[in-house]
């Protein structure tokens, strides 16, 4: 299961609100609301948040195994 925990954390400590990320980076409420129930997104959608909080994709995004898949 993809999670976008370390979002969440990357933004605090950046001191970003979601807000920050539509406004600097064009991302949309859908899209929000979208990585707040660890939803898919698009590679470009994962760029630009890269971008916006100047970090790596790891600071934005976790693989976790599903219990079932394991």
Do not use: F, H
């Not at 299961?1 to 406004?23: C, F, H, N």
């Not at 064009?26 to 970090?55: F, M, P």
């Amino acid at each position: 299961m993809i999670s976008y925990d370390p979002l969440w954390e990357t933004m605090r400590r950046k001191g970003a609100t979601t807000y920050t990320l539509q406004v600097k980076g064009g991302i949309s409420s859908s899209t929000i609301r979208r990585l707040k129930a660890n939803e898919s997104v698009s590679t470009n959608t994962l760029d630009a948040l890269c971008k916006i909080l100047a970090c790596e994709l790891s600071d934005v995004v976790i693989y976790r195994p599903d219990i079932s898949d394991v």
